[in-house]
């Protein structure tokens, strides 16, 4: 079994805060800070885990690049947000408790998968965490998948290029 240290405790409370506040932060900005600061606890989550490469792209690529573009967004959208402010929310409350409990069945059902596997820890491979098989997994053992992830990719920004420009003409 593992032993969880102070810092372990710390960041994942930090996590969970911060990721509370984006939810429930009610002005755009302050929730993208409040991801912002999400990303940063999981990528020192992911150095106490040893997993340094993760950890470095979790805060080039979600905090850096993501996060400017979800700048981007609601600099361009803040008066679509002013003005969608100004309606009252229509859910159901049934809706809401159902949606609720099904979240709360599916932390405990996890939570006990995640318990029960416990006790059946394997030890790390020698090379975890480690540059190189990664790339030897993505570029050898995976290379058509995520080859065509790739393009996947491209197809979704020309057509999005396409129904973007389509609608500008009209």
């Known amino acids: 079994m593992w032993e969880v240290t102070p810092i372990q405790w710390f960041l994942g409370s930090l996590l969970l805060l911060s990721s509370l506040g984006v939810i429930l ?12 600061l999400t990303l940063l606890a999981l990528a020192a989550l992911y150095l106490q885990l040893s997993a340094e490469f993760i950890a470095v792209m979790q805060v080039l690529i979600y905090g850096g690049a993501i996060l400017v573009i979800f700048m981007f967004v609601i600099i361009l959208f803040q008066d679509a947000h002013a003005q969608i ?6 859910s159901l409350p049934a809706l809401l408790w159902i949606t609720a409990a099904a979240f ?24 975890f ?5 990664l790339g030897k997994a993505l570029y050898v053992d995976f290379f058509f998948p995520f080859e065509a992830v790739l393009l996947l990719f491209l197809a979704a920004i020309v057509g999005a290029l396409y129904i973007g420009k389509r609608e500008d003409i009209e």
């Open 25 to 36: 932060l009610r002005k755009p900005v302050h929730a993208s800070l409040s991801f912002l």
């Open 85 to 90: 402010a100004r309606f009252k929310a229509q």
């Open 104 to 127: 709360a069945g599916g932390l405990l059902f996890f939570g006990r998968q995640l318990i029960g596997s416990a006790a059946v820890r394997k030890p790390l491979p020698e090379h």
């Open 129 to 133: 965490g480690f540059v190189e098989p």
